[in-house]
């Protein structure tokens, strides 16, 4: 309250603009979410004439979600998802990390040339085409790894964990080393675990990408019973087949399956596929905030 009395007027204008400002956007990013929320509960015969604006129920029935969480793919995709995913970002985080230590040693080998290299493959990233006929040449088509493999190292993230793992204090490696810590225990017991933060913030990174990752899934994939929730929900929302998901048995002996709206069933769907990044991310916020500042200061 003492600070607040101190300021200025011209500082509580700001003040008033920043909290509206933010306010605001939270407003314009949550009700999008909301009113997805609100029409997948809404009662199936009210459905047809809600509002875009409405961020509550028009009735209530839990059909939509009773009938996508039951559906063989939904329960086949969120499975894929969340294994490729879970394995993607473990083979990311562990590949990322090791990369980086390595590049952040001065005495490495190369180093430079090594580092230009990683450069150049942000600035000419391969297309789509040489990724399929390398996934095809390794014999990896129509498998999960195809996409699993997909930036299991990325130049980005590489960055950022080299800055990072250039912080450590020498003082720290030099007193491993005379308790007799070989390179292999410096790195797991000593910088792994000073570099929580930042392996937090690029495994969210990593989540992230492989969790919305559809495109190559799409093209790689050609069995159904392999692709991610990703595919599932893009064949769903373009296709806009009400039977394929409802089923023709329980349409036609359902008269309250029958009656569900297709604006519901791809609202439900899209937000089974936002729902778990957003539990996870405030899990690992504050090691998120933490991590994207060590790229850009120095300790």
């Given at each position: 309250?003492?600070?607040?009395?101190?300021?200025?007027?011209?500082?509580?204008?700001?003040?008033?603009?920043?909290?509206?400002?933010?306010?605001?956007?939270?407003?314009?990013?949550?009700?999008?979410?909301?009113?997805?929320?609100?029409?997948?509960?809404?009662?199936?015969?009210?459905?047809?004439?809600?509002?875009?604006?409405?961020?509550?129920?028009?009735?209530?029935?839990?059909?939509?979600?009773?009938?996508?969480?039951?559906?063989?793919?939904?329960?086949?995709?969120?499975?894929?998802?969340?294994?490729?995913?879970?394995?993607?970002?473990?083979?990311?985080?562990?590949?990322?990390?090791?990369?980086?230590?390595?590049?952040?040693?001065?005495?490495?080998?190369?180093?430079?040339?090594?580092?230009?290299?990683?450069?150049?493959?942000?600035?000419?990233?391969?297309?789509?085409?040489?990724?399929?006929?390398?996934?095809?040449?390794?014999?990896?088509?129509?498998?999960?790894?195809?996409?699993?493999?997909?930036?299991?190292?990325?130049?980005?993230?590489?960055?950022?964990?080299?800055?990072?793992?250039?912080?450590?204090?020498?003082?720290?490696?030099?007193?491993?080393?005379?308790?007799?810590?070989?390179?292999?225990?410096?790195?797991?017991?000593?910088?792994?675990?000073?570099?929580?933060?930042?392996?937090?913030?690029?495994?969210?990174?990593?989540?992230?990408?492989?969790?919305?990752?559809?495109?190559?899934?799409?093209?790689?994939?050609?069995?159904?019973?392999?692709?991610?929730?990703?595919?599932?929900?893009?064949?769903?929302?373009?296709?806009?087949?009400?039977?394929?998901?409802?089923?023709?048995?329980?349409?036609?002996?359902?008269l309250g399956l029958a009656q569900i709206n297709i604006r519901a069933l791809k609202a439900g769907?899209?937000?089974?596929?936002?729902?778990?990044i957003l539990a996870i991310y405030p899990l690992i916020l504050k090691f998120f905030t933490k991590?994207?500042?060590?790229?850009?200061?120095?300790?």
């Open positions: 309250m003492a600070s607040q009395s101190r300021r200025t007027p011209l500082e509580r204008v700001e003040y008033v603009l920043i909290v509206s400002t933010l306010l605001l956007l939270v407003v314009f990013t949550l009700q999008p979410l909301l009113n997805l929320l609100a029409l997948s509960l809404s009662d199936p015969s009210k459905v047809a004439g809600f509002s875009g604006l409405s961020i509550f129920p028009d009735g209530f029935s839990p059909d939509v979600w009773m009938l996508l969480l039951q559906h063989p793919n939904v329960q086949r995709g969120i499975f894929n998802s969340v294994w490729m995913t879970a394995t993607s970002v473990c083979i990311g985080v562990f590949g990322t990390a090791l990369m980086a230590w390595g590049m952040s040693r001065p005495g490495l080998p190369g180093r430079r040339l090594i580092f230009i290299l990683v450069l150049v493959t942000i600035v000419f990233e391969p297309g789509i085409i040489p990724d399929y006929f390398l996934m095809k040449r390794m014999g990896l088509l129509n498998t999960p790894w195809s996409v699993i493999m997909y930036k299991a190292v990325s130049a980005w993230y590489l960055i950022i964990l080299i800055r990072f793992f250039e912080e450590i204090p020498k003082e720290l490696l030099e007193a491993a080393e005379l308790d007799g810590a070989n390179p292999f225990q410096t790195f797991f017991m000593v910088v792994l675990p000073l570099a929580k933060p930042a392996l937090a913030t690029i495994a969210l990174f990593y989540l992230v990408l492989h969790w919305n990752e559809f495109f190559r899934a799409m093209i790689y994939l050609n069995d159904q019973s392999k692709w991610p929730l990703q595919v599932v929900l893009r064949q769903f929302v373009i296709e806009g087949d009400k039977v394929a998901i409802v089923g023709a048995n329980n349409v036609n002996n359902n769907m899209i937000l089974i596929t936002i729902l778990p991590g994207t500042m060590s790229g850009a200061l120095k300790g």
